[in-house]
């Protein structure tokens, strides 16, 4: 949060108190802050704290975790600035991933045997939380075909807390430019498949454009666009229309019928409690405020 002052208002005196920025005392209140509240600050289900590696490697993770998509999560902690967090992120990166059973085993005891079946293993993650980065840890993220997350904390008096994502990078699959799995009963002539084909492509570009670090997640059933958590989720076209979930509150929304719904409490693929239905071009451009309000929320 280089740059980022806040002020706490007075209006009965008119005036204005800045909120010193601070760090932890010591790296643990970090770490024990985020895992009591780690779905909602990252989008991850906490699983384990002080996961132990065993004799061989001789560590231990600072918390293991599993995103809204089912990719495995490892997040390490920093008080301060330190080197060696990247490197020791990746040295616990490649252990889990030479230890896949027994995470699924993890996850099976804390989440069920669904979740378990489910865990993505082709994009794993790597969350780092420290008080500052230097310019030669971005350096190094983006040299990294892993999707390591850079997050810079910060307190602010004795109830505030921010996150800021430093650097992002994706080390999942290289860009889909359609869907894979399009059902053959959607029964739609080449014509109307080629306009949501482009209506798809163009949908993709958007939310990549979004801003700096959003990475795409491939699934089955979805296509999930994320910062450090899920801000849309893409479902393969269904005969006429693409169907996007977006993490905005439907009933801060006007919401408009065949455009978009709330499916709160309603099974659907991907994470959001609001559903829009894009037919055309013109649908995509007024759901550009949408899109914006769920990315920021993100």
């Given at each position: 949060m280089v740059g980022l002052k806040l002020f706490r208002t007075d209006t009965t005196k008119r005036g204005v108190t800045e909120v010193t920025p601070r760090l932890a005392e010591i790296e643990a209140d970090v770490q024990s802050l985020v895992e009591a509240h780690m779905?909602?600050?990252?989008?991850?289900?906490?699983?384990?704290?002080?996961?132990?590696?065993g004799p061989v490697h001789a560590g231990r993770i600072d918390s293991l975790g599993l995103d809204e998509n089912g990719a495995p999560v490892i997040v390490e902690y920093k008080r301060g600035v330190d080197a060696g967090v990247i490197n020791q992120g990746l040295f616990y990166l490649a252990w889990l991933m030479d230890h896949r059973a027994e995470f699924e085993h993890l996850v099976r005891d804390r989440l069920g045997a669904r979740a378990a079946a489910h865990v993505l293993w082709g994009s794993p993650r790597l969350i780092c939380i420290a008080g500052d980065f230097t310019r030669y840890d971005v350096h190094a993220v983006r040299e990294?075909?892993?999707?390591?997350?850079?997050?810079?904390?910060?307190?602010?008096?004795?109830?505030?807390?921010?996150?800021?994502?430093?650097?992002?990078?994706?080390?999942?699959?290289?860009t889909v430019r359609r869907f894979r799995g399009l059902p053959a009963a959607a029964a739609v002539d080449d014509g109307q498949r080629m306009a949501l084909d482009e209506l798809a492509q163009a949908l993709d570009e958007t939310l990549l454009g979004l801003g700096d670090g959003v990475n795409r997640v491939q699934r089955k059933t979805y296509r999930a666009y994320q910062r450090l958590r899920n801000f849309a989720c893409v479902c393969p076209p269904q005969k006429s229309k693409l169907v996007v979930y977006l993490k905005v509150d439907p009933k801060e929304t006007d919401l408009v019928p065949g455009f978009t719904r709330d499916v709160t409490g309603l099974g659907h693929h991907g994470t959001g409690d609001l559903e829009v239905r894009l037919r055309t071009p013109r649908d995509l451009d007024r759901a550009q405020d949408l899109f914006r309000a769920s990315y920021a929320a993100a």
């Amino acid at each position: 949060m280089v740059g980022l002052k806040l002020f706490r208002t007075d209006t009965t005196k008119r005036g204005v108190t800045e909120v010193t920025p601070r760090l932890a005392e010591i790296e643990a209140d970090v770490q024990s802050l985020v895992e009591a509240h780690m779905e909602m600050l990252l989008g991850v289900r906490f699983l384990a704290s002080e996961y132990s590696t065993g004799p061989v490697h001789a560590g231990r993770i600072d918390s293991l975790g599993l995103d809204e998509n089912g990719a495995p999560v490892i997040v390490e902690y920093k008080r301060g600035v330190d080197a060696g967090v990247i490197n020791q992120g990746l040295f616990y990166l490649a252990w889990l991933m030479d230890h896949r059973a027994e995470f699924e085993h993890l996850v099976r005891d804390r989440l069920g045997a669904r979740a378990a079946a489910h865990v993505l293993w082709g994009s794993p993650r790597l969350i780092c939380i420290a008080g500052d980065f230097t310019r030669y840890d971005v350096h190094a993220v983006r040299e990294h075909r892993r999707s390591i997350d850079l997050v810079r904390y910060q307190l602010f008096g004795t109830d505030l807390l921010g996150l800021e994502t430093v650097a992002s990078v994706s080390g999942g699959s290289p860009t889909v430019r359609r869907f894979r799995g399009l059902p053959a009963a959607a029964a739609v002539d080449d014509g109307q498949r080629m306009a949501l084909d482009e209506l798809a492509q163009a949908l993709d570009e958007t939310l990549l454009g979004l801003g700096d670090g959003v990475n795409r997640v491939q699934r089955k059933t979805y296509r999930a666009y994320q910062r450090l958590r899920n801000f849309a989720c893409v479902c393969p076209p269904q005969k006429s229309k693409l169907v996007v979930y977006l993490k905005v509150d439907p009933k801060e929304t006007d919401l408009v019928p065949g455009f978009t719904r709330d499916v709160t409490g309603l099974g659907h693929h991907g994470t959001g409690d609001l559903e829009v239905r894009l037919r055309t071009p013109r649908d995509l451009d007024r759901a550009q405020d949408l899109f914006r309000a769920s990315y920021a929320a993100a």
